[in-house]
C-alpha cells in the first residue's frame, strides 16, 4: 500500500477471521482429522455467510485478514486442490474494496513445512510473511509453523527470522501508531507461563518472542488454531485468540472478530455470524469510529 496509509488518520477497523478449514466438520464428526474430511459444504456455507455479512457493513471495514488453516487436507493429500478451488470461489465474493489478508496455517504447510509445501502455499495465496501499512498502523503477518517446526526447511526458517528482526527493529524506531501481529498459531492460550501444548508455541519460544515484541512495541498478536476464543493480556502485549468460521471445537459459535483501532487502544469483540448478518457491527464499537 502506498505510503500514505503509514499516516495515522483516526480510527478505522478490521475483521479478523480464522480458520474456515474447509473439510474438517466431517472429519471432526466422523473422527478421523488425518483422513475423513471428504465433505465441506457446510464450511462453504458458513464462509459464504461471513463474506455476505462483511461486505453489507457499513462503515466498511479497511481489510479482513484469514489467519489460517484455509482449507483442511494438509499438501499433498486428497481433496487439497477441491478445497482450495470452492474457498477462493467464494472469497472473490468479497467486496473488492476490502482487501483480504491471508496467514499461513498448519494445515495450509503441513506441521512441519519443507521448501515444496511452503512454496505450493505460495503459489496459491501469495507470500507466507509480510509487513503492510494501514491508517498509520504497521501489520506484520507471520509464518508461525517456522516458530513451531522447522526442522525441514531450516533456511526457510532463518530467512523468516532476519526478516523479522530487521522488521521489529524499524517497528521500534517507526512512526507507527499501533504494530499489530497476525499470525496462526497463538504464542499462549490464557497465560504465558502455561505449560506446552498443541494449540499453543513452546514455551522457550513463546518468551523470546514475547520479549523481542514488546521491546518493539508491539500491542497486540492476532491468531486462530484453537478453534475457541481465548487469550490474555500481560505487560502491556494483547494475546488475541480468535474461533472459527468453520469447525468449533469449544462453546463459542461460527463468527468473526471486529476489531477496532484508535489512536491509543485496540478494542476487539467476536461477533457470532448470524449476529453480523443481522445486527452488524455492535454500536458502542461503531461509535468508537466516530
Known sequence: ????????????????????????????????????????????????????????????????????????????????????????????ETDPNIPLIFVSGNHDLSNTPTPETVEQYCHCWGDDYFSYWVGGVLFLVLNSQFFFDASRCPQLKQAHESWLEQQLQSAAQSSARHVLILQHIPLYLRTPDEEDDYFNLQRDKRESLIHRFRQAGVKAVFSGHYHRNAGGYHDGLHMVVTSAIGCQLGEDTHGVRVVV????????????????????VDEDLKKLLA
Open 1 to 92: 500500500m502506498a505510503d500514505k496509509e503509514k499516516e495515522w488518520k483516526g480510527p478505522f477497523y478490521f475483521i479478523q477471521a480464522a480458520d474456515p478449514q474447509l473439510g474438517l466438520m466431517k472429519a471432526w464428526s466422523v473422527g478421523d482429522c488425518d483422513g475423513g474430511g471428504d465433505e465441506w459444504s457446510e464450511e462453504v456455507w458458513l464462509t459464504k455467510q461471513a463474506v455476505q455479512a462483511i461486505n453489507k457493513l457499513q462503515p466498511q471495514p479497511r481489510f479482513m485478514a484469514l489467519c489460517g488453516d484455509l482449507v483442511h487436507a494438509m499438501p499433498g493429500s486428497p481433496f487439497r486442490e477441491e478445497q482450495e478451488r470452492d474457498l477462493k470461489e467464494v472469497l472473490r
Open 261 to 280: 483501532v484508535t489512536a491509543d487502544e485496540i478494542i476487539h469483540r467476536y461477533h457470532s455470524l448470524d449476529q453480523l448478518s443481522n445486527k452488524g
